[in-house]
T-cell receptor, first 112, second 115 residues
Framework: SQKIEQNSEALNIQEGKTATLTCNYTNYSPAYLQWYRQDPGRGPVFLLLIRENEKEKRKERLKVTFDTTLKQSLFHITASQPADSATYLC???????????WGLGTSLAVNP | EAGVTQFPSHSVIEKGQTVTLRCDPI?????LYWYRRVMGKEIKFLLHFVKESKQDESGMPNNRFLAERTGGTYSTLKVQPAELEDSGVYFC?????????????FGSGTQLSVL
């Protein structure tokens, strides 16, 4: 079945470093991948969308890549700040319908 | 502009009782989605409205779940009778555009605990 996997281990990095989070998908070919941020007690907040024909997308300190050969998306936060600490979720379309399938998310902690 | 609002934020009920969750989407958003996250599992799709019509309800677990969207505005999700496995966080999301540019706006969710 279609599945998205994210590194379940929490990522701890030092302020100012680049955080890199991984999203792998199996058993399907998504038309696009989305990345969301979620803070405790809140709903996911949309960050970036990257389509299958796009290799890279940037928004301020965020960068997302999409490698259809590796079946993987990487999410980078450069010059990380403690305020970037949150859980980051990867999601994609599931075929031709509108529903999203989600990864479990990766918790990021940026230490001052 | 107000975001997606959900009510209540928390609900604790006993098995067999009925609970109704409410979602007010962003004004003008035709698309409304319900998702659920059970502890330790991924967020899972429940259903999708376009205005007042159910576009896709393939994720609804069973017939104990009933979703409505009267007049294409707010939506309710009723669970009757609730079972222990219904516990989780129920998220509502809305969007204006369909297609590959679709960006979902989520509410803060309703934490449902069935005891």
């Amino acid at each position: 079945s279609q599945k998205i996997e994210q590194n379940s281990e929490a990522l701890n990095i030092q302020e100012g470093k680049t955080a890199t989070l991984t999203c792998n998908y199996t058993n399907y070919s998504p038309a696009y991948l989305q990345w969301y941020r979620q803070d405790p007690g809140r709903g996911p907040v949309f960050l970036l969308l990257i389509r299958e024909n796009e290799k890279e997308k940037r928004k301020e300190r965020l960068k997302v890549t999409f490698d259809t050969t590796l079946k993987q998306s990487l999410f980078h936060i450069t010059a990380s700040q403690p305020a970037d600490s949150a859980t980051y979720l990867c999601a994609s379309n599931a075929g031709n319908n509108r529903k999203l399938i989600w990864g479990l998310g990766t918790s990021l902690a940026v230490n001052p | 502009e107000a975001g997606v609002t959900q009510f209540p934020s928390h609900s604790v009920i006993e098995k067999g009782q009925t609970v109704t969750l409410r979602c007010d989407p962003i004004s003008g958003h035709d698309n409304l989605y319900w998702y659920r996250r059970v502890m330790g599992k991924e967020i899972k799709f429940l259903l999708h409205f376009v205005k007042e019509s159910k576009q896709d309800e393939s994720g609804m677990p069973n017939n104990r779940f009933l979703a409505e969207r009267t007049g294409g505005t707010y939506s309710t999700l009723k669970v009757q009778p609730a079972e222990l496995e219904d516990s989780g966080v129920y998220f509502c999301a809305s969007s204006q555009i369909q297609g590959t540019n679709e960006k979902l706006f989520f509410g803060s969710g309703t934490q449902l605990s069935v005891l």
